[in-house]
């Protein structure tokens, strides 16, 4: 089967740095993503991985290991409005659609 | 234009009632897919069309049936649902079956009654 885990939820201050780890068991792998997720809001794409590596996008960066199975979403100067859930999914092979983690519900604090 | 378009945005429905949920999208996107998510849950795949054919069903009950008339558009036939249908129903597309970033819609909230 497939196995995506990340935290269930993470808390953080306004201002503040975040580290949204996420860890992938998969038959095969071709990308991961990142989206964020408003309550009652559809998923919006924040970053794609598929080489090993960082990529920075602003005030959000993406981390890939894929001999580790594991990526990390960053996020600096942290605002309220990032208060959501944060989603990482695998495609796991060309042509296939995305499998999504439980995703980690970030609440920010003033 | 980058936007999926879905409607209706709420939908109540009897458990004998006959519905159908439409998404579309303008970008020429040649893959589109249905998602079902649960409150606190994440997305789950339902259906995948890939140049108007579908390409996956991830063993959805027959009670939803997808439909792509054209590239343009993809329905979902909702006969004879459950309560424990009631979710939400997310449309994305992505230039195609290779395409990276997925756009989704914003959802339609079925209630099953």
């Known amino acids: 089967g497939q196995n995506i885990d990340q935290p269930t939820e993470m808390t953080a201050t306004e201002g503040a740095i975040v580290q949204i780890n996420c860890t992938y068991q998969t038959s095969g792998f071709n990308g991961l993503f990142w989206y964020q997720q408003h309550a009652g809001e559809a998923p919006t794409f924040l970053s794609y991985n598929v080489l090993d590596g960082l990529e920075e996008k602003g005030r959000f960066s993406s981390f890939l290991s894929r001999s580790k199975g594991y990526s990390y979403l960053l996020l600096k100067e942290l605002q309220m409005k990032d208060s959501a859930s944060y989603l990482c999914a695998v495609k796991v092979q060309a042509g296939t659609a995305l499998i999504f983690g439980k995703g980690t519900t970030l609440s920010v604090s003033s | 234009d980058t936007e999926v378009t879905q409607t209706p945005k709420h939908l109540v429905m009897g458990m004998t009632n006959k519905k159908s949920l439409k998404c579309e999208q303008h970008?020429?996107?040649?893959?589109m897919y249905w998602y079902k998510q649960k409150a606190k849950k994440p997305p789950e795949l339902m259906f995948v069309?890939?140049?108007?054919?579908?390409?996956i069903n991830e063993s959805v009950p027959s009670r939803f049936s997808p439909e792509c008339p054209n590239s343009s558009l993809l329905n979902l036939h909702l006969h004879a649902l459950q309560p424990e249908d009631s979710a939400l129903y997310l449309c994305a597309s992505r230039s195609g079956p290779e395409g990276t970033e997925a756009f989704f819609g914003q959802g339609t909230r079925l209630t099953v009654v």
């Open positions: 069309y890939s140049y108007e054919k579908l390409s």
């Open positions: 970008m020429g996107h040649r893959a």
